[in-house]
């Protein structure tokens, strides 16, 4: 999404406010960024691009501190006891960090999750959140029967699909019920590989090189993205067309991904930043959801695997093309 749109999209009214603030030199908001990843951040990259445009300017009117503590959640938990001390404005919890999150209580938590926050337990509803607790979910069960559909389109052959799934992922049944019904309906045999969590994906990438599947779904979440490398290797090694979440997963050796710009929903999420700082009660700010999403190509991939891309088809209708 272009600024220029983005301003559109929440008007002048919600925007002229902050532009008045930042010119006018009041209260510099305090925001905590806590994520398990590192640095450099495209995610928190894509927010800071978003409060700018609403016309926040950093060291004057808002200041953004960065907590990271990659692939281990529970190194972030010491700063559950900073919020304590008063002087926060706001939590912006990015992926898995939100789990640590829940603890918190007296500040407002904005976050992006790829799984379920109803089931995770930090929103009572998407669309009435009645905690201190909202933000985005990329969690979108209708894309979960695209990508078998897109997969059979590119690989006809498909008959048997191995499906990997993290079970520890809020939200992770509802996700394997729309595969399933979408593998029914398309006459393709799902092989379930289920691991639980990071000290499992070792085995179970193991495991689903020996389902003797025609191609590999695996499902977005922290810990698909973290390996994600190395299930793309592995679904190489064994010659398996693969189709993820993201395009993140295709830039790391994937045929197919089809999802949300993670950017974009960090960039949209300061809307909501802003609304909170000026008052608003998060309780009441519905948990937003993607209505744009792209389809990335690994051309590199598909000839490694052997795949002829029909260019009418694919390439035509892909957001993104990596060669």
Request: charged content about 25%.
């Amino acid at each position: 999404m272009k600024r220029r749109e983005f301003i559109l999209l929440i008007g002048g009214g919600l925007a002229w406010p902050a532009i008045a603030r930042a010119q006018g030199g009041a209260k510099l908001h305090r925001i905590f960024w806590v994520s398990t990843q590192s640095g450099p951040d495209p995610f928190l990259d894509g927010f800071r691009e978003g409060m700018r445009a609403l016309g926040y300017v950093e060291g004057r009117t808002v200041t953004i501190e960065t907590h990271y503590a990659p692939e281990n959640p529970q190194a972030l938990r010491k700063i559950v006891s900073e919020l304590q001390r008063g002087d926060v404005d706001l939590v912006v919890s990015s992926g898995p960090a939100t789990r640590v999150m829940t603890a918190v209580t007296e500040v407002p938590v904005l976050f992006a999750l790829s799984g379920d926050p109803v089931a995770l337990g930090v929103v009572k509803s998407l669309a009435h959140p009645g905690t201190n607790f909202t933000g985005s979910t990329f969690l979108s069960l209708e894309l979960a029967g695209k990508r078998v559909e897109l997969l059979k389109d590119i690989y006809p052959r498909l008959r048997k699909l191995a499906v990997f799934s993290n079970t520890d992922h809020p939200g992770e049944p509802l996700e394997w019920r729309a595969t399933l019904e979408s593998c029914r309906n398309l006459g393709i045999e799902a092989a379930y590989v289920p691991f639980s969590g990071a000290r499992e994906i070792e085995n179970g990438l193991m495991a689903a090189g020996k389902v003797d599947a025609d191609a590999l779904l695996v499902f977005p979440d922290a810990v698909t993205l973290v390996h994600r490398a190395k299930i793309a290797e592995l679904a190489i090694a064994h010659r398996l067309p693969s189709m993820f979440g993201w395009s993140e997963y295709c830039d790391a050796g994937g045929l197919l991904s089809y999802g949300a710009n993670q950017r974009t929903t960090y960039f949209r999420l300061a809307t909501y930043a802003d609304r909170i700082l000026r008052g608003e009660d998060p309780s009441d700010l519905p948990v937003m959801r993607p209505d744009k999403f792209e389809l990335a190509v690994n051309l590199k991939t598909a000839r490694l695997l052997g795949i002829e891309l029909d260019v009418s088809s694919i390439l035509f209708r892909a957001s993104k093309v990596i060669s």
